[in-house]
């Protein structure tokens, strides 16, 4: 669908996602019109987990017969907190191992590794040149992961700058981005406008935010919002007998078996919702009403649920791993058709500098 209008690809996914529409907001005409794109990238920071499935690659996967899909391996971000080389390595091909097994189509979207279009790296510095620095100290994701104990360095205060980049670099139009990603793309948009004000109207395409409406917090097995930082994940593949004794680690109360148990905020329930179908949810919540059943039993539930959802992707997944030369040979065709897009973006703004002729 390379020349989906916007109009029907809103229509195709406004039950899902809160978006504003930028024709109706009346925004000036792009000189890099092309078809719809849509944006998404993943860091290789460590093991994938069933949060990041839900949160950034089922939406992407979903979305890639939408319109024109460019999704990348964020390397470059992940050395923010990632400073072993052969580890940022094998995390970047096991990366694209699991997005492909769970479904991501190179034949829909353009898949690269970000440090393979080195143009990003040109872009960010022009872009830094018109970024305030007031604009970078009000990120709350830089104030957060502070006071995590993450070292403050250079990269992480500027990351919202090479974010900005790696979106304007590829003239995109949507950006699936969680709740915490907000304020970063808003400095995109910021950015955008301030190179537009300076070089010319549609020097730069200013992207929307396509947010998740229906995004619930995944949680993890001690009952917060599952993240590496907190210990607390669930992978997305792992050796049978392993995650089945993982799944049974996760945080219940000391209600009686023959007593109601609670469903608010229950993780069970909630990692349960993820995997099972409406009337399976129901069914295990009116059994938590009723009483009657063990948090074991439950328990139980949820592991198949997961490991028969996981089931197609882990075969696909083993299919991959056979054939070694077929994740690099994707990664770098994807790389080659992404430096197509960037380098005409990047001609573009170098004229608009007086960096080139």
Same mark, same amino acid.
């Given at each position: 669908?390379?020349?989906?209008?916007?109009?029907?690809?809103?229509?195709?996914?406004?039950?899902?996602?809160?978006?504003?529409?930028?024709? &109706?907001?009346?925004? !000036?005409?792009?000189?890099? *019109?092309?078809?719809?794109?849509?944006?998404?990238? %993943?860091? =290789?920071? +460590? @093991?994938?987990?069933?949060?990041?499935?839900?949160?950034?690659?089922?939406?992407?996967?979903?979305?890639?017969?939408?319109?024109?899909?460019?999704?990348?391996?964020?390397?470059?971000?992940?050395?923010?907190?990632?400073?072993?080389?052969?580890?940022?390595?094998?995390?970047?091909?096991?990366?694209?191992?699991?997005?492909?097994?769970?479904?991501?189509?190179?034949?829909?979207?353009?898949?690269?590794?970000?440090?393979?279009?080195?143009?990003?790296?040109?872009?960010?510095?022009?872009?830094?040149?018109?970024?305030?620095?007031?604009?970078?100290?009000?990120?709350?994701?830089?104030?957060?992961?502070?006071?995590?104990?993450?070292?403050?360095?250079?990269? &992480?205060?500027?990351? !919202?700058?090479?974010?900005? *980049?790696?979106?304007?670099?590829?003239?995109?139009? %949507?950006? =699936?981005? +969680? @709740?915490?990603?907000?304020?970063?793309?808003?400095?995109?948009?910021?950015?955008?406008?301030?190179?537009?004000?300076?070089?010319?109207?549609?020097?730069?395409?200013?992207?929307?935010?396509?947010?998740?409406?229906?995004?619930?917090?995944?949680?993890?097995?001690?009952?917060?919002?599952?993240?590496?930082?907190?210990?607390?994940?669930?992978?997305?593949?792992?050796?049978?007998?392993?995650?089945?004794?993982?799944?049974?680690?996760?945080?219940?109360?000391?209600?009686?078996?023959?007593?109601?148990?609670?469903?608010?905020?229950?993780?069970?329930?909630?990692?349960?919702?993820?995997?099972?179908?409406?009337?399976?949810?129901?069914?295990?919540?009116?059994?938590?009403?009723?009483?009657?059943?063990?948090?074991?039993?439950?328990?139980?539930?949820?592991?198949?649920?997961?490991?028969?959802?996981?089931?197609?992707?882990?075969?696909?997944?083993?299919?991959?791993?056979?054939?070694?030369?077929?994740?690099?040979?994707?990664?770098?065709?994807?790389?080659?058709?992404?430096?197509?897009?960037?380098?005409?973006?990047?001609?573009?703004?170098?004229?608009?500098?007086?960096?080139?002729?």
């Amino acid at each position: 669908m390379a020349g989906t209008s916007l109009f029907i690809l809103i229509s195709q996914v406004d039950t899902q996602y809160e978006f504003r529409n930028p024709i &109706l907001e009346k925004k !000036p005409p792009r000189l890099h *019109a092309a078809p719809m794109r849509i944006l998404t990238g %993943l860091q =290789p920071s +460590g @093991k994938l987990h069933i949060g990041n499935f839900f949160g950034a690659m089922e939406p992407a996967i979903r979305l890639q017969s939408h319109g024109d899909a460019y999704y990348f391996i964020a390397n470059y971000h992940a050395m923010t907190s990632l400073h072993d080389g052969p580890a940022l390595l094998a995390n970047t091909h096991e990366l694209a191992v699991d997005f492909l097994a769970c479904g991501l189509d190179p034949g829909k979207a353009v898949f690269f590794r970000q440090s393979d279009v080195p143009e990003v790296n040109e872009l960010a510095w022009i872009l830094s040149t018109v970024c305030p620095m007031g604009l970078l100290e009000r990120c709350h994701s830089f104030k957060d992961k502070v006071a995590k104990g993450i070292a403050a360095n250079h990269a &992480l205060f500027a990351y !919202p700058v090479l974010m900005a *980049a790696d979106i304007l670099l590829y003239d995109s139009n %949507l950006v =699936p981005v +969680g @709740k915490d990603q907000k304020q970063h793309l808003e400095v995109t948009r910021d950015l955008a406008v301030k190179i537009n004000e300076a070089l010319g109207e549609g020097t730069l395409t200013v992207p929307d935010a396509l947010i998740r409406d229906d995004t619930a917090v995944v949680p993890g097995i001690d009952g917060q919002k599952m993240s590496k930082s907190y210990g607390n994940t669930i992978p997305l593949f792992g050796e049978e007998k392993q995650m089945r004794k993982l799944m049974m680690k996760i945080v219940s109360d000391s209600t009686p078996v023959e007593d109601p148990k609670p469903t608010e905020n229950s993780a069970i329930l909630g990692l349960y919702k993820l995997f099972a179908s409406e009337a399976d949810y129901q069914t295990m919540v009116q059994s938590f009403l009723n009483g009657g059943a063990g948090y074991g039993s439950y328990k139980t539930q949820l592991w198949e649920a997961y490991w028969n959802y996981f089931t197609p992707m882990r075969q696909r997944r083993e299919e991959i791993l056979a054939d070694p030369g077929y994740v690099d040979d994707v990664l770098q065709q994807g790389a080659l058709r992404a430096r197509e897009t960037a380098s005409k973006v990047l001609t573009c703004i170098r004229k608009a500098t007086g960096l080139s002729r």
